[in-house]
C-alpha cells in the first residue's frame, strides 16, 4: 500500500489556543471589574501568540545537523 504524505499549510494556527484566547477576550468584555478585564485580554494576547507557535506534528520536521550521528554513515 502507498502512503501519502499529509502536508498542512506552514501557518495555520493552534484551534485549542483559538478558542481559550476568545473565552478570555469574551469575558473580559462582560466583566466589570477594570483590572481583570486588562488581565483577561492580556491572557487572549498570550494564548494569540501562543496559537501561531505551535507547529503541526504532520509537518516535516528539519533535520537537524551535526548531532550524533545514529548510523555509521
Given at each position: 500500500?502507498?502512503?501519502?504524505?499529509?502536508?498542512?499549510?506552514?501557518?495555520?494556527?493552534?484551534?485549542?489556543?483559538?478558542?481559550?484566547?476568545?473565552?478570555?477576550?469574551?469575558?473580559?468584555a462582560?466583566?466589570?471589574?477594570?483590572?481583570?478585564?486588562?488581565?483577561?485580554?492580556?491572557?487572549?494576547?498570550?494564548?494569540?501568540?501562543k496559537?501561531?507557535?505551535?507547529?503541526?506534528?504532520?509537518?516535516?520536521?528539519?533535520?537537524q545537523?551535526?548531532?550524533?550521528?545514529?548510523?555509521?554513515?
Amino acid at each position: 500500500m502507498l502512503r501519502r504524505q499529509i502536508h498542512t499549510s506552514a501557518g495555520e494556527p493552534s484551534f485549542f489556543y483559538l478558542m481559550m484566547a476568545e473565552s478570555c477576550f469574551r469575558r473580559a468584555a462582560s466583566t466589570r471589574n477594570p483590572k481583570a478585564g486588562a488581565t483577561l485580554r492580556d491572557l487572549g494576547r498570550d494564548y494569540l501568540a501562543k496559537a501561531n507557535d505551535v507547529t503541526s506534528m504532520l509537518e516535516p520536521q528539519p533535520l537537524q545537523l551535526g548531532g550524533p550521528q545514529r548510523f555509521g554513515f
